[in-house]
C-alpha cells in the first residue's frame, strides 16, 4: 500500500481524537488535530470562539486552518462539522484515506454529556444528535474511503482496525481480476483494457464507472479520470456495460467498486437493489448514480440538477417534455421545480400515462406538440444521438419562441437543435446537463466540489 495520510472524520464523540493519537503512537507519524490547530491560532477554546463568532464564524477559521495542513503522510483527526465544507474535502481528500467513525447514537450523546462545546440546534442532546447526523451522514459517506464503528472498542482497537483495513487494501485482489476480466471482454477501447490489466492487481485503486447497456457512448471516464488525478485520488473510472444491474451489482463485493453513474436502460431497474434511495430519486422515480460504502448501495438522481440548473432564467408556463423513461422523469421533476406545467409526450401513450400518475402532467402522442403551445422544449429521447441521427419531432412545430433543450450530448450539435436553431429557437445543448449533473454526481461520490468551468474545458 502506498504510504499516505490518515484523515478522520465523523460526528462528535465518535473518538476521532483518541483514536488518531492511537494512530499516531503505533505508526509513529505525527497526529493532528484540527480543532487544537483552531485554538493554537486563535488563542480562543473552541466554545469561545463559537459564542464570539458564531458557527459561521468558526468554519471560515475551519477552512483556513485546513488548508494550511501540509501534504504527506501523517494522522489527521477533524472536526465534526469539517466536511461541510467541500473545500476542507477536497484539501482532505488528496492523497489520503478518509475514514468515517461512527457510533450508536446513545453512545454519542454519553460520551459527549459532559463536554463543553455549544449546541448547534438549540435541541435537547439525543435529538440535537438525530438532526444533525440526518444532514451530515450523506457528506460523511461520500468523504469517505471506509467506516469504522467505535461504539464497543477502544481506541487502540479502533486504530488496528483501520491499519488493518488499510493493509489489507480496499478490495480482494482475486475479485478484481475477476470483475476486470469481465470488462475487458466488453468494447472498451483497447487503451482502456492496457490500463485495466495494469491495475488489475492494485488493491490501492478505487474503481468507478458508467453502468449501462450500451455504456460505451459515455464522455464520463475520460472527465473522471482527469478529475481524479486533478485531485490526487487513486481512482479509476470504466465502462460497465452490463445487461442486469442486480445482477452486476451483486458481483461488486470486494472489489473495490465506489460508486456508479446509470445510463439507459437500468435508472429505474436498478432501484429494488438499492439499499437506501434519496427522497428525490425516490419521487422522480429513477436513479442515475450509486454510491458504494462498505456495501451498502445509496441511489440519487443528479439528471434533475443537471435540467434544472442550466434552465435558470428561462420564463414561460408550459413544458413539453418529449419520451417517458428516466430521463423524462428527472425533466418533468425539474421543470415543475421552475414552475412550468409539464406535458409529457411519448410514442406509447400509455407509458406517458404511466409516469404521469406520479406527477400530475399532462400527456399525449409525439405528433401533438403544436397542441400544447409549449415555451419550453426538452428532448429526453435517444432519437438524434450518432447511432440515431432524426429528429423526435418534425422541424415545422418549432416556432422562434421556443426554447429546445435536447439532453442528447453526443454529438453536441443534434438535428433537433440544428432545426431549432434554424427556426429561430433559442437552444440548450445537452453537454450542459452533462456538466451540471456530472458536478453534482462527482460530488456525492467524492465530496468534492468541482468547478464547472474545468468541465466545460475537458469538453471543449
Known amino acids: 500500500m502506498a504510504r499516505r495520510r490518515i484523515v478522520l472524520i465523523g460526528y462528535r464523540g465518535t473518538g476521532k481524537s483518541s483514536i488518531g493519537k492511537a494512530l499516531s503512537s503505533i505508526t509513529g507519524q505525527v497526529h493532528i488535530d484540527t480543532d487544537q490547530l483552531i485554538e493554537d491560532a486563535t488563542g480562543k477554546k473552541i466554545p469561545e470562539i463559537f459564542e464570539s463568532e458564531g458557527e459561521a464564524g468558526f468554519r471560515e477559521i475551519e477552512q483556513h486552518v485546513i488548508a494550511r495542513i501540509p501534504s504527506g503522510a501523517g494522522i489527521i483527526s477533524t472536526g465534526g462539522g ?5 473545500e476542507n ?137 482527469h478529475l481524479f488525478a486533478d485531485y490526487g485520488m487513486p481512482a ?87 419520451g417517458a423513461g428516466g430521463a423524462a422523469a428527472a425533466a418533468v421533476y425539474a421543470v415543475s421545480m421552475r414552475g412550468f406545467r409539464p406535458v409529457i409526450l411519448n410514442r406509447s401513450p400509455e407509458r406517458a400515462k404511466s409516469l404521469a400518475r406520479k406527477s400530475g402532467a399532462e400527456t399525449g402522442t409525439l405528433d401533438q406538440v403544436e397542441k400544447f403551445s409549449p415555451d419550453l422544449i426538452i428532448n429526453t429521447t435517444p432519437v438524434g444521438m450518432s447511432s440515431n441521427p432524426h429528429l423526435p419531432i418534425p422541424a415545422s412545430v418549432l416556432k422562434p419562441e421556443m426554447k429546445v433543450f435536447d439532453l442528447v450530448y453526443t454529438p453536441r450539435d443534434t438535428p433537433l437543435l440544428q432545426a431549432a436553431l434554424q427556426a429561430g429557437c433559442s437552444v440548450i445543448p445537452g453537454t450542459e446537463m452533462f456538466i451540471h449533473q456530472l458536478a453534482e454526481q462527482f460530488r456525492i461520490l467524492t465530496g468534492i466540489d468541482t468547478p464547472i468551468i474545468r468541465l466545460r474545458e475537458m469538453l471543449s
Not at 82 to 86: E, I, S, T
Request: net charge neutral.
Open 236 to 322: 479509476h473510472y470504466t465502462w460497465f456495460e452490463q445487461k442486469d444491474p442486480g445482477v452486476f451489482l451483486s458481483s461488486l463485493t470486494g472489489t473495490g467498486v465506489r460508486g456508479l453513474s446509470v445510463t439507459i436502460p437500468h435508472k429505474e431497474t436498478i432501484i429494488p437493489h438499492l439499499d437506501e434511495i434519496k427522497h428525490d430519486a425516490e419521487n422522480i422515480g429513477a436513479v442515475n448514480t450509486v454510491l458504494i460504502l462498505e456495501d451498502e448501495k445509496f441511489g440519487f438522481n443528479t439528471d434533475w440538477k443537471g435540467i434544472y440548473r442550466p434552465l435558470e432564467g428561462t420564463e414561460g408556463d408550459t413544458a413539453v417534455i418529449l
Open 82 to 86: 469539517a466536511v461541510l465544507h467541500p
Open 89 to 225: 474535502v477536497r484539501m482532505l481528500r488528496m492523497n489520503s484515506f478518509v475514514v468515517l467513525l461512527t457510533s450508536k447514537n446513545e453512545v454519542i450523546a454519553r460520551r459527549i454529556a459532559k463536554t463543553s462545546r455549544p449546541s448547534l440546534t438549540g435541541q435537547p442532546p439525543e435529538k440535537e444528535i438525530d438532526t444533525v447526523l440526518e444532514e451530515r451522514m450523506p457528506l460523511y459517506r461520500s468523504a469517505a474511503d471506509f467506516v469504522i464503528n467505535t461504539s464497543s472498542t477502544s481506541a487502540k482497537q479502533a486504530a488496528s482496525l483501520i491499519l488493518d483495513k488499510i493493509t489489507r487494501g480496499i478490495c480482494l485482489p482475486e475479485k478484481r481480476k475477476s470483475l476486470l476480466a469481465g470488462v475487458i471482454k466488453t468494447p472498451v477501447p483497447d487503451r482502456e483494457k492496457v490500463h485495466l490489466k495494469k491495475i488489475s492487481g492494485d488493491t490501492d485503486y478505487y474503481l468507478y464507472g458508467i453502468l449501462g447497456h450500451p455504456a460505451m457512448h459515455s464522455k464520463s471516464p475520460v472527465i473522471y479520470n
